[in-house]
């Protein structure tokens, strides 16, 4: 019996006697997460949610200008059995533009993370309000509020059209919706067919594609060269950085070119784009022949796709600056959204539909 006894002791000191140094401890010391929960009152100031670099051990976020980054509460993850300091959860000042976070494994190795912070502003558009705008052609122009549409353009084809035997009585192109992502109301692009034809020698196109953009539609230029009614860009004394927001697109099933022949095998896209450019004076504007090849252009970004989605899905043009950004000088600044890609040289489908819903241009705070 004695003998049983001994080996079971012994049997059972191999399995407690290993000293805890013996233990394999891992050695991650990464953060894996970094957010801010914007529900919480203390990072109301944040716009864009940190991005990690872990190669340079580097993560950075924007907050609004002139916002309060004094004591951020970061939600912070890190490699199983690791620590932070500071904590998770715990209030951080981002005051002199940055923080360090350190980030102690279960084995004792150390990773310092920089935590930087840029500042920045937010303009969003959520096309709740529509009004016509002064000026129009017609009271039955509505537009969203800080937007110009082509709607003027139909507005002079109804006009206008009997004189060169042109009958239209159908919607205007851009039109106010309540299939929003949120809120009650969205934008609804149509390219509808406006038959084609001439007025007082001017070309009519076939199919009149669905456009919205910011800065001024000049309907009376179409008497003397169509590409001038769309002057795009809205002064703007910001460096935008990114315009983002939600859309849908269902492409139309008859496709029509400039000439008004029905290409059987062509397909339309949507296109959503941004351009930043110097201007001399405020009088100064790019339009429909110039807006993408001018060498004024500072930065641009765009998207076009011509597949069908059916539910509202995100958006986001990233600029791309081809020149200097300098805050002494004068710019401005279009988002154009179109139904039909290639619409202003009258290449479009008739029924393209496009719908946009809360867009936000996102902006880096500059210094004279």
């Known amino acids: 019996m004695f003998f049983y006894l001994f080996v079971a002791v012994c049997i059972a000191s191999l ?3 290993c000293d805890e140094d013996d233990v394999i401890r891992s050695s991650e010391a990464n953060i894996t997460s970094f957010t801010f929960d914007t529900t919480v009152a203390a990072n109301a100031a944040v716009l864009s949610q940190p991005v990690i670099d872990e190669a340079n051990a580097t993560i950075t976020f924007k907050a609004e200008e002139g916002g309060d980054v004094s004591a951020l509460v970061p939600t912070i993850e890190v490699s199983a059995g690791a620590t932070v300091t500071p904590a998770s959860g715990s209030a951080v000042s981002f005051a002199s533009g940055s923080a360090t976070f350190t980030v102690v494994a279960e084995d004792g190795t150390s990773k310092t993370y920089t935590v930087s912070c840029s500042m920045g502003s937010l303009i969003q558009y959520d096309f709740e309000t529509w009004a016509t705008p002064e000026g ?5 122009v509505v537009n969203p509020e800080g937007w110009a549409t082509c709607n003027d353009a ?7 059209g009997s004189l060169g035997g042109i009958t239209y009585t159908g919607e205007y192109p851009v039109r106010q919706t309540t299939d929003a992502y949120s809120g009650s109301t969205a934008a609804m692009l149509e390219s509808v067919d406006t038959q084609g034809g001439n007025i007082f020698g001017q070309t009519i196109p076939k199919v009149t594609a669905g456009s919205m953009f910011l800065g001024t539609f000049n309907a009376f230029a179409a008497m003397t060269d169509p590409m001038a009614t769309t002057e795009f860009g809205i002064l703007y004394d910001k460096k935008p950085v990114k315009v983002s927001g939600y859309y849908k697109y269902t492409p139309g099933a008859e496709f029509y070119n400039a000439a008004g022949e029905l ?18 004076n405020e009088d100064e504007t790019l339009d429909g022949s110039t807006i993408y090849t001018s060498d004024k252009i500072v930065a641009m970004a765009s998207f076009s796709s011509g597949e ?3 539910e509202y899905t995100p958006f986001e043009l990233n600029l791309e600056y081809v020149k ?10 279009a988002v154009i959204f179109s139904a039909s890609a290639d619409g202003a040289a009258y290449n479009a489908a008739v029924g393209s539909t496009l719908y946009i819903d809360d867009v936000t241009i996102e902006n880096e705070a500059v210094t004279e």
Do not use: G, H, R, W
């Open 15 to 17: 399995f407690t006697s």
């Open 136 to 140: 129009a052609m017609s009271p039955e």
């Open 154 to 160: 139909v507005a002079l084809i109804k006009n206008l």
């Open 263 to 280: 290409q059987a095998d062509q397909k339309d896209a949507c296109a959503i784009s941004a351009v930043l450019y110097e201007v001399e």
């Open 308 to 310: 069908t989605v059916a």
């Open 324 to 333: 200097d950004y300098d805050a002494s000088k004068t710019y401005k600044f």
